[in-house]
């Protein structure tokens, strides 16, 4: 079938570019000695997974067990959970995983070290666990060096649990002051840094320069998105994933609605204006959405689309838009090549 045939609002990966997404970030990393674990949290797909493992990446990170659960299912091994995990089911959850595959978690507060430690210490098993920390995106994570330390210390002597070092989003130069003085403040204790873990695709390119970073998380690399355009992590013809919709409505001379709204592009938003970029017409703006439809303005376009016309959409976040859809459609020379589930779509749990 060609993608002129798919139905809209579609979404569609290149094939070729993203295996070519996937190779170059390895590759990048494998030259510096910078372990590579994908964040699976933008495709939430276990064939894109595998494919990143056999180029080389150590595992793959996800946000929440369920989309762990997915994974473990689908015979990756080395998973970790970059979130406290509280609660008893949770736990009993966590403690299943950690019996069919290598886990590790976070934790930024004694109450969740304390959690993890009374569901592992009598299952025979140890699981890793490194210490959150916030090196400036405040959100999780503890608040200095010397509380990343006392955490440490603690998860060391906790039964059932592992010390296995330090984690933080993005990686910055503040990150790499946080770790090492970290790490000095942990040399006396004979505690080592295991795994440095930090990532995000808009600095993947610079990550060789934060030389305590040993581990680099990244998710939007494999498809890109107006983000990774507008920060520079890809060029336009790196992007790979792009949302195919139909103009279904001509109301003024200007606006335009297509047939894909908020339950199509999520309410993201970035710093160039609308909710995404339309290949076709660049200057075309989508100012506003309902749910099923998209508000367009196309008072800047010398020419505007008529009803009927398939336009080409670069959403702002891919991440959030994954996980509007059921299946992605992989693309490989304007042919369909596959359909993937999006299996860990709604895995919030």
């Keep these: 079938m060609h993608r002129d045939q798919l139905e809209t609002p579609v979404a569609t990966v290149d094939l070729d570019k993203l295996e070519r997404n996937i190779a170059r ?6 030259r510096y000695g910078i372990a590579n674990r994908p964040h699976i949290k933008t495709h939430k797909i276990p064939q894109i997974a595998r494919m990143q493992i056999e180029h080389g990446a150590v595992g793959i990170t996800c946000q929440k067990l369920g989309e762990a659960e997915v994974m473990a299912d689908a015979g990756i ?9 509280i609660g008893e089911r949770k736990l009993d959850r966590l403690v299943e995983l ?8 976070t934790a930024d ?19 890793p666990v490194l210490v ?42 503040r990150a790499n002051t946080f770790v090492r ?18 990532g995000s695709t808009h600095c993947s390119w610079q990550a060789q320069d934060f030389s ?26 790196e992007l790979a994933f792009k949302v195919t919709v139909t103009v279904v409505s001509q109301p003024t001379d200007n606006r335009r609605i297509i047939d894909g709204g908020s339950k199509t592009f ?30 367009v303005d196309f008072s800047a376009c010398a020419h505007k689309p008529s009803i009927g016309e398939r336009l080409t959409v670069i959403p702002n976040h891919c991440c959030t838009v994954t996980n509007l859809f059921n299946q992605i459609v992989g693309i490989r020379n304007e042919q369909v090549e596959v359909t993937w589930p999006v299996a860990c779509r709604g895995l919030i749990q």
Excluded: K, W
Excluded at 25 to 30: C, E, M
Excluded at 109 to 127: C, H, K, P
Excluded at 137 to 158: F, K, N, S, W, Y
């Design 181 to 198: 003085e970290t790490r000095a403040l942990l040399a006396a204790d004979q505690l080592p840094l295991e795994r440095t873990s930090g």
């Design 132 to 173: 959150e920390c916030d090196t400036g995106l405040e959100r999780c994570g503890v608040q200095t060096p010397e509380a990343a330390a006392t955490l440490a210390r603690l998860i060391a002597d906790a039964p059932g649990l592992h010390f296995a070092g330090l984690m933080t989003y993005p990686s910055s130069e």
């Design 266 to 295: 999520s309410s993201d938003l970035g710093s160039a204006p609308g909710y995404g970029l339309i290949l076709e017409y660049p200057e075309a703006v989508i100012y506003s959405q309902s749910e099923e439809h998209g508000h």
């Design 25 to 30: 970030l390895q590759t990048h990393l494998d």
């Design 98 to 105: 950690a019996r069919r595959c290598r886990m590790s978690v």
């Design 77 to 85: 091994q080395d998973i970790f959970v970059p979130y406290n995990i």
């Design 109 to 127: 507060d004694e109450i969740v070290v304390r959690g993890l430690s009374a569901a592992m210490a009598q299952t025979g098993l140890t699981l």
């Design 212 to 237: 305590e970073i040993n581990e680099h998380r990244a998710g939007e690399y494999v498809y890109g998105d107006r983000h990774a355009l507008q920060s520079g992590a890809l060029t336009l013809d």
